[in-house]
């Protein structure tokens, strides 16, 4: 490909792409398209809550870039160029928003451990919140994590820190049944097994529990369930940071927190006693 034709196509792109991102009703009408769906001007026209006129001014313009087409049938829907770019468009929307929504949370922590593929699909925890400490709460964030952990069914946890509550909580959460899957550091584990009972955790991994050994420790505590996920982070001194907590409990972000957990427990050893 030569350097003009590769500038033309820089620019189609471009172009596409500043149709998107300068007009909300553009934007619109194309993820209101999204996943092979066809729709005719009036049911667009009130997906998006714009009138039919200024829909058909979108929907040339939209059009006349190869994002959007006709069939036979005079409905609308996207082209193969319009369902990738929208789809990009829209990881891209959701990866400001996360950043933006928690700026300070990003900026002020070490998050070299998280692989790059995590990284790519951030966007995952836009729909989350920031769960702080208060002066005359210190482990007020992880007295309410403690909270959440009480009503899961399923917890999966990377865990660089050691709590001295941890073993006793987790001793009532695999009581109940609970299906616990653990990833610690030595240090970790060898505090845990210091404060446990021998024989309950000898139990306990027989039936529901499992806990693995990872020698290279994350820079983050991280936590899944089935219905919230968790992360705190250490800070760029390499001080946990015990008053500060990323929650979220949308299906993106525990779709996040599970390849997360995946790609650390692939790199661990299972603990036997």
């Not at 002066?135 to 007295?143: G, K, W």
Request: hydrophobic share 40%; proline share 3%; aromatic share 10%.
């Amino acid at each position: 490909m030569n350097e003009t034709n590769s500038k033309k196509k820089n620019t189609e792109v471009e172009q596409i792409l500043r149709l998107l991102s300068c007009s909300d009703l553009r934007n619109n009408l194309a993820q209101a398209l999204r996943n092979g769906k066809k729709m005719t001007l009036s049911e667009l026209s009130e997906s998006v809550g714009a009138s039919s006129p200024a829909c058909v001014h979108a929907l040339r313009e939209l059009t006349k870039e190869h994002v959007t087409r006709q069939d036979e049938k005079r409905n609308y829907l996207l082209t193969n160029i319009g369902e990738i770019v929208t789809r990009k468009f829209q990881e891209v929307n959701a990866t400001i928003t996360a950043l933006s929504g928690h700026r300070e949370f990003w900026l002020d922590h070490d998050l070299s451990d998280i692989p790059e593929h995590l990284l790519d699909k951030i966007g995952y925890l836009a729909d989350s919140t920031i769960v702080s400490s208060t002066a005359t709460d210190l482990f007020s964030v992880f007295n309410a994590f403690f909270m959440l952990l009480e009503n899961s069914k399923e917890i999966r946890g990377i865990s660089p820190i050691f709590i001295g509550d941890m073993t006793t909580l987790f001793n009532r959460l695999y009581e109940k049944n609970i299906d616990i899957e653990l990833v610690f550091t030595p240090d970790v584990l060898n505090a845990t097994l210091k404060t446990a009972d021998k024989k309950d955790l000898g139990n306990a991994l027989k039936k529901n529990l499992k806990i693995f050994e990872i020698e290279k420790q994350p820079n983050f505590a991280a936590t899944v369930t089935d219905y919230f996920f968790f992360i705190g982070f250490f800070k760029p001194d390499g001080q946990f940071d015990w008053s500060n907590g990323l929650l979220s409990y949308s299906p993106d972000a525990l779709t996040w927190g599970q390849e997360l957990y995946a790609y650390y427990v692939e790199k661990a050893e299972p603990v036997i006693l």
